[in-house]
């Protein structure tokens, strides 16, 4: 597609605007490999940008997965201890009721 654009804007350049400054045609194979090379770069550079931007993404979230499981554990721990505790109380203040 590269080069069939380059060669129609080299070949209907003159044709449209008379007094344009068009590259000759012995430059042609040189540009049209320059142009693959920059695209070829363009796209490498593409796909390893959105490699990254995936790992940083599934950092991300595996990251929040461990604190929200860190969170759920801290829960669950303090949940057991106010148990403990409650019964604790509660055997305490039975022990106090009796008593009197």
Not at 48 to 73: F, L
């Amino acid at each position: 597609m590269v080069a069939i654009l380059m060669a129609l804007y080299n070949f209907l350049g003159p044709m449209v605007f008379k007094n344009g400054n068009y590259f000759p045609w012995w430059t042609y194979p040189y540009s049209l490999v320059g142009a693959l090379f920059l695209i070829g770069g363009w796209n490498f550079l593409s796909h390893r940008m959105n490699i990254m931007h995936n790992q940083i993404v599934a950092e991300d979230k595996a990251k929040k997965e461990r604190e929200e499981q860190i969170r759920q554990a801290g829960a669950a721990k303090e949940q057991a201890e106010a148990e403990k505790r409650r019964q604790r109380n509660a055997n305490r203040n039975k022990g106090q009721q009796q008593s009197r």
